[in-house]
């Protein structure tokens, strides 16, 4: 009974292991076989709402071209868990995001650089390509632009105003009509929102990094801290708690688009993802630069620019070089992505074709097009949180000067 | 009992439990370890190590891929330890200790151990690979196109088989409309009698050469990518499958010096083994860098970095005033609402109960995200209902009572849950003799009820403390730590030393996971001081009551 219970048992077991076997080995050949009538495969990482535009093109590309082409869509921490698959040798062939993540992508040996012919290159918007150009070198083929503009509910506000000062005259005069109760919703939160106050430090005279030799920005020259800084940050504290009350801490990424949709507000700072919101709730707004201080600079907001990168360590680069510099740099697929979400494509080509169908597009691209580049450098990841928390600190009503200088100090300790 | 699996298991336990009624007439045969062996225990035990085999050779494939013999020996000696185990009849206590113990030592030691080594380590953005690795990256990614050099049309093809065969660029320049074969020799040029060349440039046929379609091509990328035609300004490297250009890598490793050289510039970065990056004679370091070993100095920056040292003693009063107000005040609120409902004059408490746990129920992360929301100053509801203008998390004070008001809301339930179970479990007659002595409600509540509750819930007391002192979300979702002062962006007054720590780690240029794992240790070691002292002193405390 023993010996025979022992033996069904290793049979049975032998026989399960083979089935475990056997599953493993039948997986390898048909892969093997589909990779010879297909080819290889390409596999693609994006976020939710790319990977459904990307989709359908990615099926063309890999019919075309009879191989078989993979989206994934990773929908929280794409760069992190980019960085930590492709260490690990299981991470994809191209990944699509946002051009600030190429500084630290590059330190960790993750993406390659893309070749493109000088007649492609020109093809592209100027600030959308050297927005992908890190250390003299292209990381990624860019495909759409983005940007914040100053939007504005055309009922309350018919006319744009033209520096701060006019805004927040307008915006006070509403509120003591009772047609509002804020002046601008500007979001900065208890944290502070380096991305969104970013025009009024341009404009008050502020700047993040220096420019080195090549065009690249230099962490070596830190504008933080400095007095252009001060003075910035001495215009900007006038528009805190404290002062006009133009600027708030309770105002939050949450609730300032929000705000605006509800008519609580006549102006907003934000970019094209707003627009879809404004709409549903039937707002009439326009758009229009964001307004500098009355004799100051201009203000220039952050542009940011998505793209496609080719992965160092994936397993199939020819293809991966190959979809994303010959297949990327077509405008049909630029449009798709622009329909998926509305943000101004980056080939001149495709944006002229969905700028006749939304006057938005190039109201933001001309809001836009003075602005300057999200730094991409490594050092721009010691920025947002110490830069933010000192204007949220000033807004709150803190010595400008005080703030700033330890913010800078708290930065520069922290780039290597 | 037909389920039984073997025999011993169902008889083993049987003893203990019930001694009087079932256990004795069987306590005979479970001594002989004879149990019947049924069909279904038959079954589970084959299906069961037909698992155990199936995931042992799923787990074998990659480590034969990646040569990790080590990790295969390990993953065969378990399987084969496990089917001797179960295969033979001897070795009974081994059998139901032998599971929990690979459990433990997968999902405890293992990632214990791996985190402590890590912290040794310079582990981070930047210093991921090995120095293989880093070389690789620094001259793949210098690799630029040579100044006025041919932009080619490619079209791959091989002289052999198109699945294993020698492979060769097959190039034509668009301009000039010359056309070239290209292999690890060299660049020759073509006669131009010998190919067609299609509209777009592109070379479709050759004589001699079998030119590969897209599909047969992409299936040999990595030799694609590896074929480099040497020029002389530098060589002809494919991008893509139908263009390649003339391209020069800027920057080379040299094993001579150990060092980095830029042929345009000349300059050089030498290798520095003991922070695993190449750096130059003027202190720039190139980007790209590899893990070390970096022995004590995470460690040793930790207890003498002013900028982490500093605010650390500060840091760690307030955390553990949360986790003991956190875990304190739920514990109160949920065992008075439980005393209030385990009086038997209360009625309706079922539904009251209900209507308790319902904070319990819903995702602990959304409603911290509505409570933040509700603590605005001037869009808040906390401020609207009470007509109040706080400006809640902008001050020290009012951010600290804020979040133990939230941690209040969502942990009560928890602790009435537990004290509803522990009260039930006290028998009504230790009560009732003590109003027959004479002792008010509150003298039997203190002498006789709450000793044997706190019995029951030191340790989950204990637990929530030790949740609560890294309670990650309750911060990050709320306050973020903040608020900060103005001259102090490092550290906010509502800090806990996990969330301090996650701004120190990854704040930063990119993510230090070498400095967050030694801080966590530190985190651990002083949440298992106390959690050692208070089980001691919760023994003792048995002790006295049991």
Not at chain 2, 166 to 171: D, G, Q, S
């Amino acid at each position: 009974m023993r010996i025979r219970t022992a033996g069904v048992v290793a049979v049975l077991g032998l026989a399960l292991a083979a089935s475990g076997c056997g599953g493993g080995d039948s997986d390898k050949p048909a892969a093997k076989e589909s990779a010879k009538a297909a080819g290889g495969k390409l596999v693609i990482w994006a976020d939710d709402k790319r990977t459904a535009a990307l989709k359908p093109f990615a099926e063309e590309f890999g019919k075309e071209n009879g191989v078989t082409v993979e989206v994934q869509a990773v929908s929280k921490d794409l760069q992190t868990n980019f960085v930590t698959a492709s260490q690990q040798g299981s991470g994809p062939d191209v990944v699509v995001g946002a051009h600030d993540w190429i500084g630290n992508m590059v330190q960790n040996g993750a993406i390659d650089p893309v070749q493109l012919a000088a007649e492609q290159k020109s093809a592209f918007n100027e600030t959308a390509i050297k927005a992908v150009t890190f250390n003299g070198q292209l990381y990624g083929v860019p495909y759409a632009t983005e940007n914040v503009a100053l939007i504005r509910n055309t009922e309350l506000a018919p006319e744009a105003p033209k520096t701060i000062e006019d805004l927040v005259a307008a915006g006070k005069k509403l509120k003591a009509e009772k047609k509002a109760s804020e002046i601008l919703c500007l979001q900065s939160g208890q944290n502070g929102d380096a991305y969104h106050i970013y025009p009024l430090y341009t404009s008050g005279g502020g700047y993040l990094f220096g420019t080195a030799a090549n065009g690249d920005y230099d962490p070596k020259d830190l504008g933080v801290g400095k007095p252009e800084s001060i003075a910035a940050f001495q215009k900007i504290a006038k528009l805190g708690e404290k002062g006009d009350g133009a600027l708030k801490r309770s105002i939050t990424g949450e609730n300032s688009i929000a705000t605006f949709t509800g008519k609580k507000c006549a102006f907003l700072v934000s970019g094209p993802w707003a627009i879809a919101d404004a709409k549903k709730a039937n707002i009439k707004y326009d758009i229009s630069p964001v307004p500098g201080f009355a004799g100051g600079k201009e203000a220039q907001p952050f542009v940011g620019v998505q793209a496609f990168y080719v992965a160092a360590k994936g397993k199939n680069k020819a293809l991966a070089q190959e979809f994303v510099t010959n297949y990327v740099t077509k405008p049909e697929l630029a449009v798709a992505l622009y329909q998926a979400e509305p943000r101004p494509p980056a080939l001149t080509a495709a944006f002229d074709q969905v700028k006749g169908e939304d006057a938005d597009l190039a109201k933001f691209s001309e809001a836009g097009k003075n602005g300057q580049v999200l730094p991409a450098i490594p050092a721009m990841a010691a920025i947002w949180d110490p830069f933010g928390k000192a204007e949220a600190a000033i807004i709150g009503g803190a010595d400008p000067a005080k703030t700033i200088t330890a913010a800078g100090k708290t930065i520069a300790g922290q780039i290597k | 009992m037909s389920t039984s699996l073997s025999g011993p298991g169902s008889a083993e336990q049987a003893p203990g439990r019930e001694p009087v009624r079932r256990g004795l007439p069987r306590t005979p045969r479970t001594a002989r370890n004879h149990a019947p062996i049924t069909a279904t225990g038959l079954v589970v035990k084959v299906v069961l190590l037909g698992l155990v085999a199936g995931i042992a050779i799923w787990a074998a494939f990659p480590l034969v891929e990646a040569e990790h013999w080590v990790g295969l020996g390990i993953l065969a000696a378990t399987t084969a330890g496990l089917f001797y185990l179960y295969l033979s009849r001897r070795h009974i206590p081994a059998k139901y200790l032998v599971p929990g113990t690979i459990f433990l030592i997968a999902c405890q030691v293992f990632p214990v151990l791996y985190t402590a080594s890590t912290a040794f380590t310079n582990f981070g953005d930047g210093h991921r690979g090995t120095k293989d690795d880093a070389i690789v990256a620094i001259q793949t990614s210098s690799v630029r196109q040579v100044p006025g050099s041919t932009e080619y049309s490619l079209s791959i093809a091989t002289t052999g088989d198109p699945a294993t065969g020698p492979l060769v660029f097959l190039l034509s320049d668009p301009k000039t409309r010359e056309v070239f074969a290209g292999d690890a020799g060299g660049l020759r040029k073509l006669d131009a009698g010998d190919v067609t060349v299609s509209a777009t440039g592109k070379i479709t046929e050759a004589a001699g050469y079998t030119v590969l379609n897209f599909g047969q091509a992409s299936g040999r990328s990595k030799d694609i990518t590896d074929l480099v035609v040497p020029t002389a300004g530098g060589a002809v490297r494919s991008n893509g499958l139908s263009r390649a250009y003339e391209g020069k890598a800027v920057r080379a490793y040299d094993a001579g010096c150990d060092c980095v050289k830029d042929s345009e510039t000349g300059k050089t970065w030498t290798a520095d083994p003991a922070n695993g990056s190449f750096v130059a004679a003027d202190g720039e370091r190139l980007a790209q860098g590899w893990k070390v070993n970096v022995g004590l100095k995470n460690f040793t920056r930790v207890l003498t970095d002013p900028d982490i040292s500093g605010p650390f003693f500060g840091t760690l009063l307030w955390n553990f005033a949360f986790a003991i107000g956190s875990t304190g005040f739920t514990f109160l609120l949920g065992m008075a609402i439980a005393l209030a409902l385990h009086s038997p004059r209360m009625r309706g408490t079922n539904v009251y109960r209900v209507l308790l746990i319902l904070p319990y129920a819903m995702p602990s992360f959304a409603m911290l995200l509505v409570w933040r929301d509700m603590f605005n100053t001037d869009f808040g509801l906390v401020n609207d209902l009470f007509g109040l203008h706080i400006d809640w998390f902008g001050g020290t004070w009012s951010a600290r009572i804020a979040v133990l008001l939230v941690q209040l809301w969502l942990g009560y339930p928890y602790m009435f849950l537990v004290a509803t179970g522990a009260l039930q479990a006290i028998p009504r007659e230790l009560t009732e003799a003590t109003s027959v002595d004479g002792a008010s409600p509150w003298q039997s509540f203190r002498a006789v009820t709450l000793p044997l509750l706190l019995v029951a819930l030191s340790p989950l007391l204990i637990a929530s403390f030790a949740y609560n002192f890294n309670n990650v979300n309750a911060i990050l979702f709320t306050t973020e730590g903040g608020p900060f002062a103005p001259d102090n962006p490092r550290n906010g007054a509502t800090d806990l030393l996990i969330t301090y720590t996650y701004r120190l780690a990854f704040g930063a240029q990119g993510a230090e996971y070498g400095l967050a794992t030694t801080v966590s240790i530190f985190i651990f070691a002083i949440v298992a001081i106390v959690a050692a002292i208070s089980f001691s002193r919760t023994r003792k405390q048995e002790e006295v009551y049991s």
